[in-house]
């Protein structure tokens, strides 16, 4: 297995395993006045957005960027390390360089002519689109499972319960 799939696969189980076990839970199912909570950990210099679309632009200091229920786009002129949208897809504009590996799950990635990705590129319940002259030094990899016509990772992941009243905190550490 390949390392992006399975580092794919790795992070959808991290986040499969914690909705498998609160969905077995009846007392938290019961009490529907409980709000849902999750906690993201990030890095000093990275960007998180949850329900919105993440523009990091060229002037931008960014680590990471990650979106959860939205869409990244990474602006010309802008260098990131790592983008991944949960829920959401990626566009990588021209003249925009990510230094690491590019991730949708849930999503689509779509690399524009004059991009470039030192990394590799995964869509786990999406497509992988990479324009003529987008340069990517990485695995391009895709992961769609349909059943009666239906995308397996997407479905899944649109059971999240991660809507409007879910509670975010988000965990700065230093390295």
């Given at each position: 297995?390949?390392?992006?799939?399975?580092?794919?696969?790795?992070?959808?189980?991290?986040?499969?395993?914690?909705?498998?076990?609160?969905?077995?839970?009846?007392?938290?199912?019961?009490?529907?006045?409980?709000?849902?909570?999750c906690t993201i950990s990030v890095?000093?210099?990275?960007?998180?957005?949850?329900?919105?679309?993440?523009?990091?632009?060229?002037?931008?200091?960014?680590?990471?960027?990650?979106?959860?229920?939205?869409?990244?786009?990474?602006?010309?002129?802008?260098?990131?390390?790592?983008?991944?949208?949960?829920?959401?897809?990626?566009?990588?504009?021209?003249?925009?360089?990510?230094?690491?590996?590019?991730?949708?799950?849930?999503?689509?990635?779509?690399?524009?002519?004059?991009?470039?990705?030192?990394?590799?590129?995964?869509?786990?319940?999406?497509?992988?689109?990479?324009?003529?002259?987008?340069?990517?030094?990485?695995?391009?990899?895709?992961?769609?499972?349909?059943?009666?016509?239906?995308?397996?990772?997407?479905?899944?992941?649109?059971?999240?319960?991660?809507?409007?009243?879910?509670?975010?905190?988000?965990?700065?550490?230093?390295?």
């Open positions: 297995m390949s390392k992006p799939l399975l580092s794919a696969l790795v992070a959808f189980s991290l986040v499969a395993l914690p909705v498998a076990a609160r969905a077995g839970d009846d007392a938290k199912k019961a009490d529907k006045a409980e709000k849902s909570q890095k000093k210099g990275d960007l998180v957005a949850k329900g919105k679309t993440l523009i990091v632009e060229g002037q931008d200091a960014v680590r990471d960027a990650l979106a959860l229920d939205g869409d990244v786009v990474v602006r010309a002129s802008a260098t990131v390390n790592k983008v991944t949208a949960v829920r959401g897809k990626v566009t990588v504009e021209a003249g925009a360089r990510v230094s690491g590996d590019v991730s949708a799950l849930g999503g689509d990635v779509h690399i524009k002519k004059g991009a470039t990705v030192a990394g590799k590129v995964s869509a786990i319940g999406g497509r992988v689109r990479a324009d003529e002259g987008a340069t990517i030094a990485g695995e391009k990899t895709e992961l769609n499972i349909n059943v009666n016509g239906e995308e397996l990772v997407t479905k899944f992941l649109g059971g999240l319960d991660m809507g409007k009243d879910t509670q975010c905190e988000v965990r700065v550490t230093e390295e």
